[in-house]
């Protein structure tokens, strides 16, 4: 008999391979997982890093550190679980308790065709990059203590449930959200927290009247570098496959970071006179934010436009924050993450549609959709999570503060975070 079923199977081999481990697949995640950690520890790092002046350059690299070390942990112990798994009568809002210290995932156990280890370990990145994100708004002023405590409310409070929401059968799932890899989950999320915190805590000393430039551009260039190579984890990862979708989002998200930069570029030689380094590594990260829900959905066209827009309009956005509404968002996350998120997550709506010629995407999310209908789905996704991330971040912030001052002094602030919080000092010359 065995061997008559042997025979079945070996006859049918779309039955014999389903709910099986596919290696290609796996190594491809593999992979990915490693190279959206890389945009964390020491992409992002380094790039913060670079951006603030020399006395708070290692508070920078060790909030980031930090963070990975923290969330990866919050993540393991219940984050997985309230994300990822099913939370019956509230699984419209959160996700229940049964992989808690990823409880029933062993080697063998799958998540379609991946281990579901590597599952859980590849979103396990995307959560430690998105606090740390925020991380840019309140640079050179917020105490150590206070940043890692936040961050770990924060993951939970608002990163898990949206995550949920979008990606964990939640009910923007239900509705049809297009977020291929995280316009909502993660872009708008950290750049309202971003907002939020800069609000609460307040400007930094002397800004903006005195100049805080970059101290170190070559260290931020790098890091640019290092997140442009790592978002083809970030966003062909978020396909789950070695596949043709997987190759269409890297495709997608080159395309869109390459005119986020040039596009921003131009707009400062206009208006300024002169193209910046600083200026083409923000819009590379302007383009590749906004291309991220659309990333999957849309073609090589569509991603040229979306570039093009995210360069036009997050750099106008920066000036707006910084010169009109006074904000003092350090290192411009709400502008270029928060409004790149809403962009790409309103246009994956558009560029979705399979009728707008050479820059046409790969359709709707459910059939009776028209352009219409995936819009304002996109639209009620931006929305709620916009509101529901400003509310909680700043009640996060205003229960930290309860406990332990969010601000440094401004004697330790204006001496610097490396020697007044770590005692140590990014450079001895």
């Given at each position: 008999?065995?061997y ?52 708070n350059v290692?508070?920078?690299l060790?909030?980031?550190?930090a963070?990975?070390c ?6 393991l112990v ?12 509230a699984n ?19 998540e ?10 590849f ?55 297009y ?109 590749l ?26 750099f ?11 904000i ?34 790969y ?10 209908e ?18 909680v ?37």
């Amino acid at each position: 008999m065995r061997y008559l079923i042997a025979g079945l199977l070996a006859l049918t081999p779309s039955l014999a391979l389903a709910d099986t481990l596919d290696k290609s697949d796996s190594a491809w995640i593999l992979t990915a997982t490693a190279l959206v950690l890389f945009m964390t520890l020491p992409g992002l790092a380094l790039f913060y890093g670079g951006l603030v002046r020399n006395k708070n350059v290692l508070s920078v690299l060790m909030q980031c550190f930090a963070i990975a070390c923290a969330v990866s942990l919050v993540w393991l112990v219940v984050g997985y679980s309230l994300a990822f798994s099913d939370g019956g009568a509230a699984n419209a809002w959160i996700g229940g308790l049964s992989h808690v210290f990823f409880d029933g995932i062993g080697r063998d156990t799958l998540e379609g065709s991946l281990p579901k280890s590597l599952h859980g370990l590849f979103q396990m990145t995307f959560a430690i990059i998105t606090p740390a994100l925020i991380v840019g708004a309140f640079a050179e002023r917020m105490r150590f203590g206070a940043m890692l405590a936040f961050s770990v409310l924060w993951v939970l409070g608002v990163y898990v449930p949206i995550c949920h929401w979008v990606w964990g059968g939640g009910w923007l799932a239900e509705l049809g959200l297009y977020d291929f890899a995280g316009g909502t989950v993660v872009h708008i999320t950290a750049g309202v927290a971003a907002l939020v915190a800069a609000v609460v805590l307040g400007r930094r000393q002397d800004w903006p009247g005195q100049a805080m430039k970059p101290h170190n551009m070559t260290m931020t260039v790098m890091g640019a570098g290092m997140l442009w190579v790592g978002w083809f984890g970030f966003n062909g990862g978020s396909a789950l496959a070695a596949d043709g979708n997987a190759s269409m989002a890297m495709l997608v998200t080159h395309i869109s970071a390459a005119a986020g930069s040039l596009a921003w570029v131009t707009l400062e030689a206009v208006k300024f006179g002169k193209p910046s380094a600083l200026g083409i590594a923000t819009g590379m990260v302007a383009g590749l934010g906004t291309i991220t829900p659309a990333s999957g959905f849309v073609g090589p066209g569509g991603a040229l436009l979306i570039g093009l827009a995210a360069g036009v309009i997050c750099f106008y956005m920066v000036l707006v924050v910084k010169q009109k509404w006074r904000i003092d968002d350090s290192l411009d996350v709400f502008p270029v993450h928060g409004i790149g998120g809403v962009l790409g997550t309103l246009l994956a709506g558009v560029f979705a549609s399979t009728e707008l010629g050479v820059f046409s995407g790969y359709g709707f999310a459910k059939p009776e959709y028209g352009m219409l209908e995936q819009v304002g789905v996109q639209a009620l996704g931006v929305v709620a999570t916009f509101v529901y991330t400003g509310a909680v971040t700043f009640l996060l912030l205003k229960l930290v503060g309860l406990f332990t001052p969010l601000r440094v002094t401004a004697e330790e602030e204006s001496q610097g975070l490396d020697i007044a919080l770590h005692e140590e000092r990014g450079y001895d010359i």
